[in-house]
C-alpha cells in the first residue's frame, strides 16, 4: 500500500475536521454528502460514513472535510478517518 501524506486540522467549526492532502482527490468542482444514502455515489464517501457520529463528508481538490455530530469524540474519529483516507 502507497502512503499518502495526509495532514488535519481543525476549522472553526467545532464538529468538523479537514484532512489535507498532498494529492487531489476530487477530479473537479466539490462534492458534498449529507447521509449514508447520498454517499453511496462515493467509494470514499461511503466508507466515511461507516464510522459512527459522523453525518457530512465535503470533498473538494486536495482535501475532505468530515463533520461529527455534536458530542462526537475526535480522539475515536480521526484514526478511524485517516485509516481510510490512507488507503487511497
Same mark, same amino acid.
Given at each position: 500500500?502507497?502512503?499518502?501524506?495526509?495532514? #488535519?486540522?481543525?476549522?472553526?467549526?467545532?464538529?468538523?475536521?479537514? &484532512?489535507? &492532502?498532498?494529492? /487531489?482527490?476530487? /477530479?473537479? +468542482?466539490?462534492? =458534498? #454528502?449529507?447521509?449514508?444514502?447520498?454517499?453511496?455515489?462515493?467509494? =470514499?464517501?461511503?466508507?466515511? #460514513?461507516?464510522? !459512527?457520529?459522523?453525518? +457530512?463528508? &465535503?470533498?473538494?481538490?486536495? &482535501?475532505?472535510?468530515?463533520?461529527?455530530?455534536?458530542? +462526537?469524540?475526535? +480522539?475515536? =474519529?480521526?484514526?478511524?478517518?485517516? !485509516? =481510510?483516507?490512507?488507503?487511497?
Amino acid at each position: 500500500m502507497k502512503e499518502n501524506p495526509i495532514r #488535519f486540522q481543525p476549522t472553526p467549526n467545532p464538529n468538523s475536521m479537514k &484532512f489535507v &492532502f498532498s494529492k /487531489q482527490v476530487v /477530479q473537479s +468542482g466539490m462534492e =458534498i #454528502f449529507n447521509s449514508k444514502e447520498e454517499a453511496e455515489k462515493s467509494e =470514499i464517501a461511503a466508507r466515511l #460514513f461507516e464510522i !459512527d457520529g459522523l453525518v +457530512g463528508v &465535503f470533498m473538494m481538490e486536495n &482535501f475532505v472535510s468530515v463533520n461529527k455530530m455534536p458530542g +462526537g469524540n475526535w +480522539g475515536v =474519529i480521526v484514526p478511524k478517518v485517516m !485509516d =481510510i483516507l490512507k488507503s487511497l
